[in-house]
């Protein structure tokens, strides 16, 4: 039997209509305190810091309904409220946060991450990664430091790192960029005092068994699968080569996600009146 739904059609006022509702831009739901950004972030599963201009994504910065975000560094007093929650919320180990999609900051829910861990992680330990060429000494350097000394603030990390130098810092940042991507290394607080400083850890020893238990669970391509569902509930349609850019992933292994997903009944096709393409959207569950 065919299982895969019938095409649906959506006005371009309806699209932005739901999306507004689920970026929390329209609804009295807006994000003014931690606990309220914490809840956006588990509602909707991962969302970014500062939003992506490239494409329609949920972020802290548009849930936000006061002005100024951009201001940040003349008016760092005010700006408090929502700086600081890169920091204080895995301080506290409230979710997850690292610059993963599109190499921008993205909280992560506990309940999304073992989904992105299985997704992103190359299960293999990073003395074997490096022993076959596979990751530069700089990111081997930073690994030993925090598996050796625990949990690391920028400040410290780079002076354990290397002599001072700009080639030195740059290299770091380098590192840390591809270290998170690959989830081995996340923010793990940080200071709040001047301009902020990250805490950085090792993904396995920081984030909580019980979640580390269930990412090893997980294979692949069926994580690759619930981060696209859980995606197309947020932004409600989204292309297939939507999906591989923000994501990162191929688009044939993509083409085949989303054929799986079509065929069980987890998604379906849809035509947005006023746009040209192919556009998927989820179904619900009953």
């Known amino acids: 039997m065919n299982r895969i739904a019938a095409r649906r059609i959506l006005t371009l006022t309806q699209l932005e209509q739901r999306r507004a509702r ?6 009295g739901r807006r994000v003014r305190t931690e606990d309220e950004a ?16 490239e494409t329609e994504f949920p972020s802290l910065q548009m849930a936000d309904d006061r002005e100024d975000w951009s201001d940040y560094q003349q008016r760092t007093l005010k700006a408090q409220w929502w700086w600081a929650w890169k920091q204080t919320l895995p301080g506290r180990k409230a979710c997850y946060y690292a ?3 599109r190499g921008r900051g993205t909280f992560i829910s506990w309940r999304m991450f073992p989904y992105f861990h299985a997704a992103y ?3 293999r330990d990073i003395e074997d990664d490096y022993r076959l060429g596979l990751v530069p000494r700089a990111d081997k350097r930073v690994m030993d430091l925090l598996a050796e000394r625990g949990p690391m603030d920028t400040h410290a990390l780079r002076l354990a790192f290397a002599p001072r130098s700009r080639e030195n810092t740059r290299q770091l940042e380098r590192a840390l960029a591809r270290l ?33 238990a269930r ?6 391509e069926q994580a690759m699968a619930e981060i696209v569902v859980r995606y197309l509930r947020t932004v409600v349609a989204a292309s297939p080569a939507d999906i591989a850019w923000l994501f990162g992933w191929e688009r044939g292994l993509v083409q085949r ?20 393409g192919r556009f998927l959207v989820s179904v619900r569950r009953p």
Do not use: Y
């Not at 914490?38 to 201009?53: P, Q, T």
């Not at 065929?263 to 035509?271: F, I, K, N, Q, T």
């Open 38 to 53: 914490l809840a956006f972030i588990n509602e909707a599963g991962f969302v970014s810091l500062m939003g992506l201009a």
């Open 121 to 123: 992680a190359t299960g």
């Open 22 to 27: 689920n970026f929390r831009r329209c609804d």
């Open 180 to 212: 998170q991507a690959s989830f081995r290394v996340c923010c793990a607080g940080g200071s709040l005092e001047g301009w902020t400083l990250h805490r950085w850890a090792v993904v396995e020893r920081w984030v909580p068994p019980r979640v580390m």
């Open 215 to 220: 990412a090893s669970s997980l294979g692949r």
């Open 257 to 276: 996600l989303v054929h799986a997903l079509l065929a069980a009944g987890r998604l379906r096709e849809a035509e947005i009146e006023g746009l040209e």
């Open 99 to 101: 610059k993963i999609l």
